[in-house]
């Protein structure tokens, strides 16, 4: 009988080993924290929202603003040409080239006061660069050019157009002289061909010195070139 005694003796901590396991192995309390984290992380999450926002929103705004100032420095530009083309004399018969800066084909300046100090000069006017009737007379003061510069006169074309198309058409129709930009229209509205917001298509002759001697406006593109070398060549 002892043999069983010590063996009920062995069984018993056993029993009590397990008992004593039982609470450490579920603890009802430890999901919380991280639960807590979770909703830490949460609130972060969306004041990190609420920050993009309010950036996003002041971009917003700057963008609107800058935008509202750059069309507020596009009608002072505007505003600007209107009044340099309003102070322009008109020039009329036996008036003169007057001061005033444009450019040529080549985005280079160019004193329009300055063009007939040494020659002659017959300035036409079309109304858009590389259009069938604009090029006719283009081509056709170009074709007798030479007669032109024989009698010592210098010739330009003049149009609205930006100097990259200007250059464009020039070198697609090998034009051999200058051409001058006017995109404001202040020369071309001073020779009284600008008004309606279009170019009328004419021609306009300087002397040497810088006195108008003749214009033809309106004028056909197939006659402009003739009848500017007719005038030019009785004038000399």
Known sequence: ???????DTAAEPRR???IAALPVAAPAEAPKPKATKAKATKKR???????????????????????????????SDSAEGSSTSAALDKIEL???????????EKGEDIQVAD???????????????????CTNQACGFRDIYPDFTSVNFDVY??????????????????LPYPLISDPKRVLISALGAGEGGKTKRSH????????????????????SPKLALEFAKNHT
């Open 1 to 7: 009988m002892a043999p069983r005694k010590v063996s």
């Open 16 to 18: 009590s080993g397990r």
């Open 45 to 75: 999450s969306a004041d990190d929202v609420d920050e993009v926002k309010e950036g996003e929103t002041s971009a917003a705004k700057k963008a609107k603003a800058d935008e509202a100032a750059a069309a507020e420095q596009g009608a």
């Open 94 to 104: 036996g008036g003169s080239l007057p001061s005033l800066t444009l450019k040529n």
């Open 115 to 133: 063009l007939a100090n040494e020659k002659g000069v017959v300035l036409f006017l079309v109304p858009k660069a590389d259009t069938p009737g």
């Open 157 to 174: 074309c003049l149009s609205t157009d930006s100097p990259a198309a200007q250059t464009k058409w020039q070198t697609k129709k090998e």
């Open 204 to 223: 306009f002759i300087f002397e040497k010195g810088g006195k108008l001697v003749d214009k033809k406006l309106p004028v056909t593109p197939a006659d």
